[in-house]
């Protein structure tokens, strides 16, 4: 199966820097790759996605970068602010086309602090 | 819509006892998801469902069972509660127009002593 593995697993930040995720993962029929950013008691919520005809992904502040020959995929955030603050988690999912692929394989996750 | 929703929000049972999480979706999606979330762990898939009647295993299933009766509904049971399973549950349902996100519940602590 899948396994995602992500780092690092801590990261602080001043505001108004950038910060840097990175994944990589085993599954060469992956395709899509999701982040997600878990506030302090909340539910994950998605934030950006990529799929793997496509290299790179932007979204006003973030943005996520997909390295299909390497395996390995980043969420950008630049110009960070205090609400950036939370866990992030990246995702793999091979193709849905096929039973048994429906699911997605998370990362352990990261703790992105923001220190004003 | 209230999107997804799960019941209860917290629980403290002891070891040994049974209970059940209650999941409900009302955005007719298909696909319902049940994950545990402890510390380092990150998200990890327990049971999952790709329609109404069917579920399938995911990557740590012993010591669970669930249920999907009705397409809006996905029960996550434990029989005979152990302290391994304290943890914090996250529901999930995925379909619809925003096919691939998957929407999560607010969660639901449980504590096993």
């Known amino acids: 199966g899948e396994n995602v593995e992500q780092h690092p697993s801590t990261l602080s930040v001043q505001e108004g820097d950038s910060a840097v995720i990175k994944c990589t993962y085993s599954?060469?029929?992956?395709?899509?790759f999701p982040w997600y950013k878990q506030e302090l008691g909340k539910r994950p919520q998605l934030i950006i996605d990529?799929?793997?005809?496509?290299g790179e992904k932007k979204d006003q502040r973030i943005a996520v970068t997909l390295n299909k020959t390497a395996k390995h995929f980043s969420l950008h955030i630049t110009e960070t602010q205090p609400e950036d603050s939370a866990v992030y988690f990246c995702?793999?999912?091979?193709?849905?086309?096929?039973?048994?692929?429906?699911?997605?394989?998370f990362g352990t996750g990261t703790r992105l602090t923001i220190i004003p | 819509n209230a999107g997804v929703t799960q019941t209860p929000k917290f629980r403290v049972l002891k070891t040994g006892q049974s209970m059940t999480l209650l999941c409900a979706q009302d955005?007719?999606?298909?696909?319902m998801y049940w994950y545990r979330q402890d510390p380092g762990m990150g998200l990890r898939l327990i049971h999952y469902?790709?329609?109404?009647?069917?579920?399938a295993k995911g990557e740590v299933p012993d010591g669970y069972n669930v249920s999907r009766l009705k397409k809006q509904n996905f029960l996550l049971g434990l029989e005979s509660a152990a302290p391994s399973q304290t943890s914090v549950y996250f529901c999930?349902?995925?379909?619809?127009?925003?096919?691939?996100?998957?929407?999560f519940g607010p969660g639901t602590r449980l504590t096993v002593l």
């Open positions: 999930a349902s995925r379909g619809g127009k925003r096919y691939n996100e998957q929407f």
């Open positions: 599954d060469s029929a992956s395709n899509y």
């Open positions: 990529i799929r793997s005809n496509v």
């Open positions: 995702a793999a999912r091979p193709s849905i086309s096929n039973f048994g692929n429906e699911k997605l394989t």
């Open positions: 955005m007719n999606h298909e696909y």
């Open positions: 469902s790709v329609g109404e009647g069917t579920t």
